[in-house]
């Protein structure tokens, strides 16, 4: 069951003093993240002399969480620097938690882009669900209320007359445990508050250059069985888990390989979230985008 056009961003709010000498200490990031290979930086398993300036201005420390949701509240009291804030949680975080300088500075990953993957959610092949009309009165699984999954799943039922309050029963289970599908063409962005990010632009601006980077070596077909053990030696997983979809075209997400985000998904998104409901206002996302930190990221790339 594919799904119509999802977004989502990358949060980032850096809690941390300003671009720092090459003598002193690097700027730590605390980054949130839900999946790796996803929206978890490469940079955190990459292999040795990709990110050239990890450890020396910046430093990553990544943090686990089971969706997007719950980076808000990390956010807002300072747990956490970074975090893949959805396109539903993304508005929240605007709207609700009072976030109102975050700006959209560069892609993560985009879902459903022609040629690559899009997420599905399953049902048992020899069960009794057949059509979206046999889903009333059955359980369904997100990952965390409010998050891409969660919202692409209601807006799916809305727009099937099935009413996700009462119709279903709807409960939260981890990734690693479920399959679930996402909307066509999710975005996943960084962002940032703009008082933060115009205080440390250079290890901002070193940290998208390294992403870059990383995600170019990751995505080349000439390095992926290294690619996929570096993954199942991050996760803990068997390396055959991966092989054959990890980091191809046809079967993994799309990773833009300028780190340029699809700022027209990201609206189209937002716009649609809030037509059925799930967010309370309308959202002009122009008005939360500065891509001048990943255009200088790519010009020393050129």
Same mark, same amino acid.
């Given at each position: 069951?594919?799904?119509?056009?999802?977004?989502?961003?990358? @949060? $980032?709010?850096?809690?941390?003093?300003?671009?720092? *000498?090459? /003598?002193?200490?690097?700027?730590? $990031?605390?980054?949130?993240?839900?999946?790796?290979?996803?929206?978890?930086?490469?940079?955190?398993?990459?292999?040795?002399?990709?990110?050239?300036?990890?450890?020396?201005?910046?430093?990553?420390?990544?943090?686990?969480?089971? =969706?997007?949701?719950?980076?808000?509240?990390?956010?807002?009291? =300072?747990?956490? !620097?970074?975090?893949? @804030?959805?396109?539903? /949680? %993304?508005? $929240?975080?605007?709207?609700?938690?009072?976030?109102?300088?975050?700006?959209?500075? /560069? !892609?993560? %990953?985009?879902?459903?882009?022609?040629?690559?993957?899009?997420?599905?959610?399953?049902? @048992?092949?020899? =069960?009794?669900?057949?059509?979206?009309?046999? @889903?009333?009165?059955?359980?369904?699984?997100?990952?965390?209320?409010?998050?891409?999954?969660?919202?692409?799943?209601?807006?799916?039922?809305?727009?099937?007359?099935?009413?996700?309050?009462?119709?279903?029963?709807?409960?939260?289970?981890? %990734?690693?445990?479920?399959?679930?599908?996402?909307?066509?063409?999710?975005?996943?962005?960084?962002?940032?508050?703009?008082?933060?990010?115009?205080?440390?632009?250079?290890?901002?601006?070193?940290?998208?250059?390294?992403?870059?980077?990383?995600?170019?070596? %990751?995505?080349? *077909?000439?390095?992926?069985?290294?690619?996929?053990? $570096?993954?199942?030696?991050?996760?803990?997983?068997?390396?055959?888990?991966?092989?054959?979809?990890?980091?191809?075209?046809?079967?993994?997400?799309?990773?833009?390989?300028? =780190?340029?985000? !699809?700022?027209?998904?990201?609206?189209?998104?937002?716009?649609?979230?809030?037509?059925?409901?799930?967010?309370?206002?309308?959202?002009?996302?122009?008005?939360?985008? !500065?891509?001048?930190?990943?255009?200088?990221?790519?010009?020393?790339?050129?």
């Amino acid at each position: 069951m594919t799904r119509a056009l999802a977004c989502c961003t990358l @949060l $980032l709010t850096l809690m941390v003093s300003g671009p720092a *000498p090459a /003598s002193a200490e690097p700027v730590k $990031l605390r980054i949130g993240w839900v999946v790796a290979g996803a929206d978890a930086p490469f940079q955190l398993f990459g292999p040795k002399g990709v990110a050239t300036h990890e450890n020396v201005t910046y430093a990553i420390e990544g943090i686990h969480f089971n =969706g997007t949701p719950t980076m808000i509240t990390a956010l807002a009291t =300072g747990e956490i !620097d970074l975090a893949p @804030l959805a396109y539903s /949680s %993304f508005p $929240l975080a605007v709207q609700n938690a009072r976030l109102n300088d975050l700006k959209v500075i /560069s !892609d993560v %990953f985009q879902d459903g882009v022609p040629g690559y993957y899009t997420n599905e959610f399953m049902v @048992l092949k020899d =069960g009794p669900i057949k059509t979206l009309q046999d @889903l009333k009165g059955t359980v369904i699984a997100t990952n965390g209320a409010g998050s891409a999954v969660d919202i692409a799943m209601r807006s799916m039922l809305v727009k099937n007359g099935i009413n996700p309050k009462s119709d279903v029963t709807i409960i939260e289970v981890a %990734f690693p445990t479920m399959k679930a599908q996402l909307q066509e063409k999710k975005a996943i962005v960084m962002t940032g508050r703009a008082a933060t990010l115009e205080k440390n632009r250079a290890a901002i601006i070193d940290f998208l250059e390294d992403h870059i980077r990383e995600v170019r070596w %990751f995505m080349d *077909p000439a390095h992926h069985d290294e690619a996929v053990k $570096l993954l199942a030696d991050f996760t803990k997983q068997p390396p055959a888990r991966f092989e054959s979809w990890a980091f191809k075209k046809e079967s993994d997400f799309y990773h833009d390989p300028a =780190g340029r985000p !699809d700022v027209a998904a990201l609206q189209a998104n937002i716009t649609e979230t809030n037509k059925l409901g799930f967010i309370p206002q309308p959202m002009d996302v122009q008005k939360y985008v !500065d891509l001048s930190y990943v255009d200088a990221a790519n010009a020393r790339l050129k």
